[in-house]
């Protein structure tokens, strides 16, 4: 069976929500939804769930444990990451709950495709699933050529370990992609801790959490990946961030020069604006009215109501509101 699954909780209930509309409207109401939890705070998205037949929430918590065990296991390998965390600021296990959607690994799908929470699917996703009759891992970005949110490019051991074109060809975005049942084994995956301990941890990049682990997993298998972005014909490519401000709308899809987009990922726009956005804030961001069309799609009535000039969710903090987190009223 395949299916589509997720990653969420509470704090990004709005994108959450919008997420699923544009999965229902661009693809049906007949494609299964699996969510992993991010952590234990739930409860507007299992209230969301409950109204959603094709839509279920994860609670194998023995995968969901053997998953959050790997994940601190490959960050205690690395030699430096817990300590310059630390002197940033951050906690050890940075952005621990990130790496729960691994469970899709074990999950009910034989077949799956993983959408980030701030993303929108715009288009159908049999294609994605026809190439992994052939493939391990499809997915369709451009994170390639920024290896350097990946892994540590100071690292000797990097060129040690992977080709240059490998990694020019298998490093990709872990916001989108679709893969398969158990294709990581228990032995593999003991297999690949074995290595991390052994030094190989170093070449993970530390101010990301599970993209790393996830392209080395994939890397150090020799998993199979096949990345449309390094497969179709240059008039047919898109592009799939919001960075992008060229995308043209057309019946509440997006279209790059003409091809319709694969999914538009909201990446760099933190979850509290989408909330102050919901909450009414006039806060404005690329293909904000696009968000806001698959967000009420069900209750266009709650559609808030914005008033005043909008700011842009990038403006710099106003004198006043510096003034006031200097004297800590405001956060």
Same mark, same amino acid.
């Given at each position: 069976m395949d299916g589509i699954c997720t990653l969420a909780n509470d704090a990004v209930y709005d994108q959450f929500v919008a997420l699923l509309n544009s999965i229902e409207a661009v693809q049906g109401r007949d494609i299964p939804v699996c969510v992993y939890p991010y952590n234990d705070r739930v409860d507007k998205i299992a209230a969301e769930i409950e109204r959603r037949s094709n839509v279920q929430l994860y609670d194998n918590l023995e995968s969901m444990q053997r998953w959050d065990e790997f994940f601190k296991a490959v960050w205690d390998a690395h030699p430096t990451a817990h300590q310059r965390r630390l002197e940033k600021g951050f906690v050890p296990y940075y952005r &621990?709950?990130?790496? +729960? $959607? &691994?469970?899709a690994f074990d999950g009910p799908f034989d077949r799956f495709l993983y959408l980030d929470a701030d993303t929108l699917l715009m288009n159908r996703v049999e294609p994605i699933f026809e190439k992994l009759d052939r493939h391990d891992i499809v997915v369709y970005d451009y994170q390639y050529k920024d290896p350097g949110h990946v892994y540590d490019l100071s690292s000797p051991k990097l060129t040690e370990l992977f080709s240059v074109e490998q990694i020019r060809s298998s490093i990709f975005c872990s916001g989108l992609f679709a893969s398969k049942k158990r294709l990581y084994s228990l032995e593999q995956m003991d297999w690949l801790l074995s290595r991390l301990r052994d030094g190989e941890a170093e070449v993970? $990049?530390?101010?990301?959490?599970d993209q790393p682990i996830l392209n080395y997993m994939a890397m150090r298998s020799n998993s199979k990946v096949y990345n449309f972005a390094l497969n179709l014909p240059e008039d047919k490519l898109t592009g799939c961030c919001v960075t992008s401000s060229h995308f043209e709308e057309r019946d509440s899809l997006l279209f790059d020069r003409g091809n319709q987009l694969t999914y538009i990922h909201y990446i760099g726009i933190s979850s509290k604006i989408f909330n102050r956005l919901c909450q009414g804030e006039n806060i404005d961001f690329p293909y904000r009215d696009l968000f806001l069309y698959y967000r009420y799609l069900h209750e266009p009535e709650n559609r808030p109501r914005l008033k005043g000039k909008a700011k842009a969710y990038n403006a710099p903090p106003s004198l006043t509101d +510096?003034?006031? %987190? %200097?004297? %800590?009223?405001? +956060?």
């Open positions: &621990f709950g990130h790496q +729960r $959607y &691994f469970c993970l $990049y530390i101010w990301a959490s +510096r003034v006031l %987190k %200097k004297l %800590k009223l405001v +956060r």
